[in-house]
C-alpha cells in the first residue's frame, strides 16, 4: 500500500510540474459557446453571396474580394483559413437556405454575406439565433441596422442607403435642378427601402415625388406602368432595382415618348457590366448611385492587381473592397480572441468574437476609417453618382 500511495503521489507531482512549466487546458466559459479548432485543422469562415443567376456578378465581385482578402492575410495563428461558400440566390428564400446551411456547420466560425438585403433579413435571424456573425459587404437596406429590428450578430461594411438616397436626392435637386421625380420598387427591403429614402430626401429638400410605385422583380412587361408614371410629368426616374428588372425599365422607357427628355437613374444594384449587356444603347446617359470607389490607397491598388490576376477581369460590380475589409476585419477579430494551446488548438468564443467586432473602431480600411455602431453599421460611407458614357460607368459626382 505504501508503494502504491508513493506512486500515485508521483504522479500528482508529476502533472503539477508539467503545469508549471507550460501545459494549458483550454476551457470555454463564453455565453455563445466556442468553436474548437483541432491542431492542423483550417479555421473555416462561409460566405452566403448570390453567385449564381441574372445578379451573380453582384456576388461574384464580393467573393473574390473575400478570397482576395484570405490570400492577403495568410494563416491565423499557424492555421490556414478556409471558405465554404453559399449561394444567397438574391432572395429572402435563397438567404434562409443558405443560413441554415452554414449553421448546420458547428466549425463555421464566421460568415460574410449576404449580398442582397433581401437574403439579409432572414439570414441574419438564422445566424444570429445560432450564436453566429454575419458581416455584409453589400447589403444596404436601413432596415438591417434599425435599432427596432436589428438582429444581435449582423454587421455591415456596406453604406446604409439612408446616405445613398439622400445623395441621389441631392444629386437630382441640386445638380441637375429636377422639380418632379417619380421612384419604382420592387418590394424587396433594399429597392422599397432606398426608393422611400430617396422620395423623402427629395421632398425635404423641395421637390415633388409624382409617382411612388412598384413592379414585380420578373415582371416582363413594364410599358403599363411606365405609361401610367409618364402621365403624372416626372422629369427624373428613380428605379433603384436589380439588373433584370433595371434593364427592362431602361429599354422600355426609351421607347415611350412622353418620357423623351426624362432623366433616368438607377442604384448599385445594377452596376455591372451585365446590366449594361442587358440594357444596351438605351443605358446610355442614364445616372447610377453607388459606393464612391475612388480609394486612395495602397491596399485597394495591390486588391486591384490581384482581382486582375486572379480572375482575368476588371471589378464586376462595386463592393469588392466592402468584402475585402469584412473578411480582414473577421479575421483580425478570430486572432484576437482565440485561445491557444500548446498543441495550437484554438478556441473561439462566438461571444467574445461578436463583442471584438462590434468594438470596431477608426479601423483603416481599404473602403476608409471604420467604426462599428452598436446596431452594426461599421461603413465609412463615401456615395458616387455615375453616368454611362460609351457603354461604361462614369463617376461623374462629387
Known sequence: ???????????????????????????????????????????????????????????LDSQYGVEIAIDFYGEVLGHTVQLQPEDDGCSAEGGQTSAQKIVSNPQIVGVIGTSCSGAGVPASKI????GYIMISPSNTAPVLTDA????????????????????????????????????????????????????DSFVELGGEIVAFEGEAPDATNVEPLLTTIAASGPEFIYYPVFVPLGSLITKAAREISALSGVYLAAADGVQSPDFLAAAGSASEGMYVSG?????????????????????????????????????????????????????GTLLIGRQALRDKLFATASYQG?????????????????????????????????
Open 127 to 130: 445566424i444570429s439565433d445560432a
Open 291 to 343: 459606393p464612391d470607389l475612388g480609394f486612395a490607397n495602397a491596399t485597394y491598388d495591390r486588391l486591384l492587381v490581384a482581382y486582375q490576376e486572379k480572375y482575368g477581369t476588371q471589378p464586376l460590380s462595386v463592393f469588392h473592397a466592402h468584402a475585402f475589409d469584412a473578411t480582414t476585419i473577421l479575421l483580425n477579430a478570430i486572432k484576437e480572441v482565440a485561445q491557444q494551446g500548446d498543441d
Open 366 to 398: 481599404v473602403t476608409g476609417t471604420l467604426t462599428c455602431t452598436a446596431t452594426g453599421d461599421c461603413a465609412d460611407p463615401k456615395i458616387a453618382v455615375s453616368e454611362v458614357k460609351g457603354g461604361a460607368f462614369e463617376a461623374i459626382w462629387p
Open 148 to 199: 427596432a429590428t436589428h438582429e444581435a450578430g449582423y454587421l455591415r461594411t456596406a453604406h446604409n442607403d439612408k446616405v445613398q438616397g439622400r445623395a441621389m436626392a441631392e444629386y437630382a435637386y441640386n445638380v441637375l435642378g429636377v422639380r418632379k421625380a417619380a421612384a419604382i420598387h420592387d418590394g424587396d427591403p433594399y429597392t422599397e427601402g432606398l426608393a422611400s429614402v430617396f422620395r
Open 1 to 59: 500500500m505504501k508503494r502504491t500511495f508513493l506512486f500515485a503521489l508521483l504522479i500528482t507531482l508529476l502533472a503539477l510540474v508539467l503545469s508549471a512549466c507550460g501545459g494549458q487546458s483550454l476551457e470555454c466559459e463564453d455565453a455563445l459557446g466556442c468553436v474548437e479548432v483541432a491542431p492542423g485543422d483550417p479555421i473555416v469562415i462561409a460566405s452566403a453571396l448570390v453567385i449564381t443567376g441574372p445578379n451573380a456578378q453582384l456576388g
